[in-house]
């Protein structure tokens, strides 16, 4: 019986996590440019398990029902996806983002975990993935069985974002070329507006 929680856990997870998303795009980046992936990569683990853990408690109903908090956290995603379109659509047109290299400069360590941070706790869809289908999964999980859940939750989210991080490497031959990297950051920029418009669903009055 544990296997199975274990195993529903780390199915229901990797199968929500792995859509790419604004948490992904980034890492997958961060990956190319062997950045600061372990760290990176770390934080949203961590951050997987502490929101999964709140929705398998519970928290779920409390932001399901605070209309006030998803407003305001969807307002403020929107905003914050639509300038990082802006940004990445000006890294493609300037080539900001070509070389691959021990001397192409790092992002300071603070950028990265901040822009982390806001991809993941200022994106709704964070908590929708996390505390309210997972989490809610979870819930109803006899309770001397929720830790099995929680461990395969974790497991996935551990695979998918160690993988991401350091599997991206295997592109680096192919992001080589500048005409490679001008595509990623559009398709990242488009990726942030269409997350930001499907965002305006969950406003209401």
């Given amino acids: 019986m544990e296997i199975e929680v274990l ?18 795009a980034y ?3 961060l990956g190319l440019l062997k950045q600061h992936v372990l760290k ?9 398990f502490l929101l999964i853990s709140a929705g398998v408690l519970g ?22 996806l639509c300038f990082y379109a802006l940004v990445s659509f000006k890294s493609a047109l300037k080539n900001e983002s070509l070389k691959i290299d021990d ?6 360590i603070k950028q990265v975990m901040t822009l982390l941070f806001v991809f993941t706790y200022l994106n709704p869809h964070t908590y929708l993935d996390t505390i309210l289908l997972i989490g809610g ?12 859940f929680l461990l395969g939750a974790v497991s996935a989210s551990s695979v998918w974002f160690l993988s991401l991080g350091y599997g991206a490497r295997l592109l ?3 992001f ?7 595509i990623l950051d559009i398709l990242i920029a488009f990726l942030m507006l269409f997350i930001a418009y499907s965002l305006i669903d969950l406003i209401k009055y």
Avoid: H, M, R
């Fill in 7 to 24: 195993i529903k856990g780390f199915v229901v997870t990797i199968t929500l996590i792995i859509a790419i998303g604004a948490q992904n």
């Fill in 27 to 29: 890492i997958l980046k």
């Fill in 40 to 48: 990176a990569a770390l934080f949203c683990i961590i951050s997987d």
């Fill in 59 to 80: 928290l779920g109903f409390f932001i399901q029902g605070n209309q006030f908090l998803i407003n305001s956290i969807a307002i403020f995603g929107i905003s914050f």
């Fill in 103 to 108: 001397e192409v400069k790092t992002n300071p």
């Fill in 137 to 148: 999964i979870g819930a109803n999980v006899d309770n001397s069985l929720k830790i099995y």
């Fill in 172 to 174: 680096i031959p192919l």
């Fill in 176 to 182: 080589k070329k500048p005409i490679t990297w001008k």
